[in-house]
């Protein structure tokens, strides 16, 4: 089994798109570690602020199967193929890390937007603080101890799942 971290992020009806993947990748891929929700600004675009996260989950599925059920579960819940990059969405889910593999093939890992965006750093160091990044060396929660909190606003919501609150 490999761990895995997924983010997730939605800015149309993303209370409701952010349950429906973590309902999907239960049933996919079993117990899951959620992150706290966070709010943020459209990056790349105007639009409606999203909602974003991190889920952490183990797999026996490789890199490719993987990202196949992430791109289905975006399709099953209204992501339209093609849409441009930045852009509003349903759901957005990209996987950050399988395990320490560091590859440009099927897709980069670990993703470069670890390091770069804040919706996606702050959970990550919530739920895996101690996992050091394999090109960086850094623990997850030196990463964001060091990160320009200023150059993104981010802020946590409330949000609850399966009877448990994430913040």
């Known amino acids: ?7 997730v992020g ?4 993303p209370e409701k798109y952010l349950r429906n993947a973590a309902v999907a990748l239960r049933a996919h891929l ?4 959620l992150s706290p929700v966070y709010q943020s600004e459209a990056v790349g675009f105007e639009g409606e602020h999203f909602l974003n996260m991190v889920i952490g989950a ?3 599925l ?6 196949a059920l992430l791109k289905q579960i975006e399709l099953d819940n209204g992501r339209k193929p093609g849409a441009k990059k930045f852009s509003a969405r349903t759901l957005d889910l990209d996987l950050l890390l399988f395990g320490d593999v ?3 093939e099927p897709i980069e890992l670990p993703r470069a937007e670890i390091r770069y965006n804040a919706f996606v750093l702050w959970p990550l160091a919530d739920i895996a603080p ?3 990044h394999p090109l960086a060396g850094q623990t997850y929660a030196e990463l964001w101890q060091q990160f320009d909190k200023q150059s993104q606003r981010l802020w946590p919501v409330a949000f609850s799942w399966n009877d448990a609150s994430l913040i």
Do not use: A, P
């Open 10 to 13: 939605s800015n149309i009806e």
């Open 62 to 67: 490789g890199i490719s199967d993987l990202v």
């Open 30 to 33: 079993g117990e899951l570690q």
């Open 102 to 104: 560091v590859c440009h």
């Open 130 to 132: 101690e996992w050091v």
């Open 1 to 7: 089994m490999t761990r895995i971290y997924i983010s």
């Open 58 to 60: 183990d797999t026996s």
